[in-house]
């Protein structure tokens, strides 16, 4: 399995062009007139366009990131440095992306932002998670590379880990040795990326935290008044009674594998289990939150509520399609309803 950065960097989109030596390293070209805390967009452009593409955005203060790395030439019996960007046509844009998407418009009228096919909107990467990038990309250059498979591809396998410490604090992803480096495999919405000198940083396996956790809480294999599904029964194993903020990070981390399912169910018509994952997951997660609700180290919720907000849009979608059952869909208005009642604090709009 060829993973060498040189291979990635080529393969992931673009050419690096014809050069006699390359390093992993990176740079960045940033622009922070504004100090906003949005979400990131991307979208690709011609080489050519790049500079005039990054110079309107930055007229209308919107921070653009561009990954760049240093390659090295030989001409006339001299090497000569030369920096470009790692992917060519490559432009992270930090703001609301259709209000971006409409202001490239009036200027580019062929240019589009990414989308994410499973959503169907514009490609949107948290700025929590674009911080540490452009921080590495800043400080350590050496130790990103682009990746030329989906984050599937390595996560074969593999465990899911959270950051804890260090720059890449609270970023997730696959701890891989790749060319003797031991890495941390993420995706920044669909591009997968290598971040190396993971042994650096302190984490978390969220799994066995979850296991450990469930486990101190005496929630193993339990007898337990309700009866559960076996599908149920396995969701049910991300769950725990949260007593910090990490464990609401952790728990909700866990459960992104099930929410995923719940997209793939969808497309596969597969709606009967699609709904009763979402319902369950919201169910379990409104009850207990609302436990936690009255410490005060629970004022911020935003990583398990993300989970309830797409659980949510996925429920509401499937009562849309024509082709659901009308007794499923009277099922997921009524459970919709009922969830809102209880849990009036989760993110369901009927």
């Known amino acids: 399995m060829p993973l ?4 990635a960097q080529t393969n992931a989109r673009g050419n ?3 050069v006699a030596d390359t390093t992993s390293g990176t740079e960045g070209e940033i622009c922070t007139t504004t100090t906003q805390t949005s979400s990131w967009c991307y979208l690709f452009v011609h080489h050519r366009q790049v500079d005039v593409v990054r110079a309107q955005l930055q007229r209308r203060r919107y921070p653009v990131f561009v990954h760049k790395s240093i390659v090295y030439k030989r001409e006339n019996k001299h090497i000569t440095k030369i920096e470009k960007p790692t992917i060519s046509g490559l432009l992270f844009v930090q703001g ?8 490239l418009k009036e200027f580019f009228s062929n240019l589009y932002l990414v989308k994410d096919c499973s959503k169907g909107k514009i490609a949107a990467i948290p700025d929590h998670v674009m911080q540490p990038f452009m921080k590495v990309s800043d400080a350590y250059p050496t130790r990103i590379r682009f990746m030329p ?3 599937d591809y390595y996560s074969k396998g593999n465990t899911l880990i959270r950051i804890t410490s260090g720059v890449l604090t609270g970023l997730e992803g696959y701890r891989i040795r790749i060319s003797r480096d031991k890495c941390l495999v993420t995706t920044l919405e669909g591009m997968t990326v290598a971040i190396g000198g993971v042994h650096r940083e302190s984490f978390e396996n969220v799994e066995e935290y979850v296991r450990i956790r469930r486990e101190q809480q005496n929630q193993t294999d339990q007898p337990t008044e309700t009866i559960f599904t076996p599908l149920q029964q396995e ?3 991300c769950f725990f009674a949260p007593q910090h903020q990490l464990d609401i990070m952790l728990m909700a981390e866990n459960l992104r594998p099930w929410i995923s399912r719940i997209a793939s169910d969808i497309i596969d018509k597969n709606y009967d289990e699609a709904a009763e994952i979402a319902l369950f997951i919201l169910e379990e997660t409104g009850s207990r939150l609302k436990a936690a609700r009255n410490n005060t180290d629970f004022n911020k919720t935003n990583d ?3 989970v309830c907000r797409e659980a949510s849009h996925a429920l509401i979608s499937m009562a849309q399609q024509t082709d659901v059952p009308m007794n ?7 459970g919709l309803e009922s969830l809102a009642v209880r849990y009036p604090f989760l993110p369901i709009v009927l």
Do not use: R
Not at 4 to 7: C, K, L, N, P
Not at 96 to 103: C, L, P, R
Not at 328 to 334: I, P
């Open 96 to 103: 609301d992306g259709n209000e971006i998407q409409a202001y």
């Open 304 to 306: 398990m509520l993300a």
């Open 235 to 237: 969701i049910d194993k």
């Open 4 to 7: 060498y950065s040189t291979e």
């Open 16 to 18: 690096q062009g014809n």
């Open 328 to 334: 499923l869909k009277e099922t997921l208005e009524t």
């Open 149 to 151: 498979h989906p984050i």
